[in-house]
Nanobody, 127 residues
Framework: QVRLVESGGGSVQAGGSLRLSCEAV????????LSWFRQAPGMQREPVAE???????KYAKSVKGRFTVTKDFDKNTLYLQMNSLKPEDTGIYYC?????????????????????WGQGTQVTVLS
């Protein structure tokens, strides 16, 4: 059974940092693609960062230069290092998995591309 287990959320002052983790439990192939999404209150879920089968990353424009996504293929765990946090980064952050390999192509993928989702972890940035 596949489970994506996120951890690392919390509250932080603007300008601070947080690191999120997502362990892909039950994923038989560590090269299957994983990504981070977020959802602010009253807003649609939006992509934040994705990592493809080769470990290459793509970011949403709103976080580029502040967030870094990495993957430990041995542990099948995805990370999101978030620096210079802003109040508008507040939301529930979700880990998403495709259940297959993928390569970066075109714009960052939206939620419809992903089959598996974690329970989400709350990130609150205080002004």
């Amino acid at each position: 059974q596949v489970r994506l287990v996120e951890s690392g959320g919390g509250s932080v002052q603007a300008g601070g940092s947080l690191r999120l983790s997502c362990e892909a439990v039950g994923y038989s192939d560590s090269t299957w693609c994983l990504s981070w999404f977020r959802q602010a209150p009253g807003m649609q879920r939006e992509p934040v960062a994705e990592v493809d089968t080769d470990g290459d990353a793509k970011y949403a424009k709103s976080v580029k230069g502040r967030f870094t996504v990495t993957k430990d293929f041995d542990k099948n765990t995805l990370y999101l290092q978030m620096n210079s946090l802003k109040p508008e980064d507040t939301g529930i952050y979700y880990c998403a998995g495709m259940g297959r390999i993928c390569y970066l192509a075109g714009p960052i993928r939206d939620a419809s591309e992903y089959a598996d989702w974690g329970q989400g972890t709350q990130v609150t940035v205080l002004s």
